[in-house]
Each structure stands twice: as structure tokens, then as C-alpha cells.
């Protein structure tokens, strides 16, 4: 009975990772098995960190995450997963990295922490102080800006290290009665991991959209990529999830 347990744990990570799509009758694409299906009307898009020193050619980050990001289109699928969203009345949230001047003051900063505050990345005036956010490396990327500044997107309040424990996302998700959220953007392995773990831990369900997501290196997005079979309770490429929002 182990044994047997066993296999299907692997036969299921190694479906989800090679990311084998099944087709339905009628054409359209559904996510691993099609045994994870969330109700649509208590689902959310939620994107990590869509901000210009990510995705921006002129980014802070942006040498760490082009080869990746181009590779996968990521800008082009996060946009996608934002416009359908709009399209078929799924609330979109953002859950933003900031920085404010406080911030230079931690003590003890991990090393990816250490290299972002080195360079100053999503660094902004302050909490009450947006003076230079516009344009900014911490602003809105600005092809995505038409679906996140519409006055319909939640913009949470910024998270700081990776997830979204120092921020109100979860209190927002469960304001608008949301059990389930389609996840998606930067850096895969770092902000948008540990959102899907943290919403797990919280009691939420978590779908990763594996090409709507940036990855510091191929190494770093197999590897996020893998947490994600084991975690989420599904993975799904963009086309699976627009999919599913129709």
C-alpha cells in the first residue's frame, strides 16, 4: 500500500512538471488531470511584483530574469491572464514589492534581500510620500497598467521580504469571499513561491501559472517549478487558465 501511494505521488509530479495537458471533447485545454476543479465564482488572478524593475527592459532586476522571462513570455502571459480576468469579471489583485527609506535600516538582510536593497530596487519616497513612484523602478509595468489602474484591481498594500505575510492580501481575498486563486508573476522561485505557500498555509487553494511567471535563471525555475507540482493544488500553463476562466 505504500509502494503504491508512492507511485502515484511521483506518476502525478511528473505529469504536473512535464506539463502534460489534457484536451476535452469540446477542444479546450484543462489543467493535469482535470481532477482540480475550483468554482469560478470565488476565484481570483493574483500577480506578484509587476513592476517595472522586473519586467522593464531597463529594470533593476531585469538582466537576473530576461533570458527566462523572454523564453517563456511571461510579459505577454501575464497580460493575458489580466485582460481575460477583466473580460469575465474575476477580480484581479497585485501584491507589490516596496520599499521606503525605513527599510535601509534592517538589520540582518538575507543575501537576495541584501542585493535589492544594494540597488536600490522598488525603492520609493516613503508611506506617505509617492513624489517619484511614477516611472519608477517600484511603478507598474506599463503595458499592464491599463488593467491594474482601473479602480476595479486590488493593490495590496506592499509585502516586503517574499510573501505576503507582512501585507493585507489574505484579509482582502477573504473580504470578497475568494477560496481560490490563480497565481502568477515575479520572481517565481522567491515572491510568487512563497505567496502560494503562504495561501496555502492560510487555507486557500492555489493554481501556478508556470509560464506567467519569472525566474532568475533556468535553474531557479525548475526548481520553482517543482515546488509548485508539490504544493499548489494545480499548475497550469496560460492558455489552461484562460481556459478555465471562459
Not at 511521483?10 to 479546450?28: C, Q
Not at 501559472?209 to 499548489?232: R, T
Request: proline share 3%; with cysteine.
Amino acid at each position: 500500500m505504500k509502494f503504491s501511494i508512492l507511485e502515484r505521488f511521483i506518476k502525478r509530479t511528473a505529469v504536473t512538471v512535464a506539463g502534460i495537458a489534457l484536451i476535452s471533447a469540446s477542444g479546450s485545454a484543462i489543467a493535469d488531470d482535470g481532477a482540480f476543479a475550483p468554482d469560478k465564482s470565488r476565484t481570483a488572478v493574483l500577480i506578484t511584483d509587476p513592476q517595472n524593475d522586473f519586467m522593464s527592459d531597463k529594470g533593476a532586476a531585469w538582466g537576473l530574469v530576461k533570458d527566462n522571462v523572454l523564453r517563456l513570455d511571461t510579459r505577454g502571459n501575464i497580460a493575458k491572464l489580466m485582460k481575460t480576468a477583466k473580460a469575465e469579471d474575476i477580480l484581479l489583485f497585485v501584491s507589490p514589492h516596496q520599499y521606503f527609506s525605513h527599510d535601509d535600516q534592517w538589520q540582518a538582510r538575507g543575501p537576495i534581500q541584501q542585493t535589492m536593497n544594494d540597488i536600490d530596487m522598488f525603492s520609493i519616497d516613503g508611506s506617505t510620500e509617492f513624489a517619484d513612484f511614477r516611472g519608477s523602478g517600484a511603478d507598474f509595468y506599463e503595458p499592464l497598467k491599463k488593467y491594474i489602474l482601473d479602480g476595479e484591481t486590488i493593490i495590496t498594500s506592499p509585502h516586503k521580504v517574499y510573501g505576503p505575510e507582512s501585507n493585507d492580501l489574505a484579509l482582502q481575498l477573504r473580504k470578497r469571499g475568494i477560496d481560490t486563486v490563480i497565481l502568477g508573476g515575479f520572481a517565481a522561485n522567491l515572491c510568487t513561491d512563497s505567496h502560494m505557500r503562504e495561501l496555502i498555509e492560510q487555507g486557500f487553494k492555489v493554481v501556478v501559472v508556470k509560464d506567467a511567471v519569472g525566474a532568475p535563471g533556468e535553474q531557479a525555475y525548475d526548481a520553482a517549478v517543482l515546488n509548485y507540482s508539490m504544493i499548489a493544488n494545480a499548475v497550469w500553463t496560460t492558455e489552461e487558465a484562460v481556459a478555465f476562466m471562459r
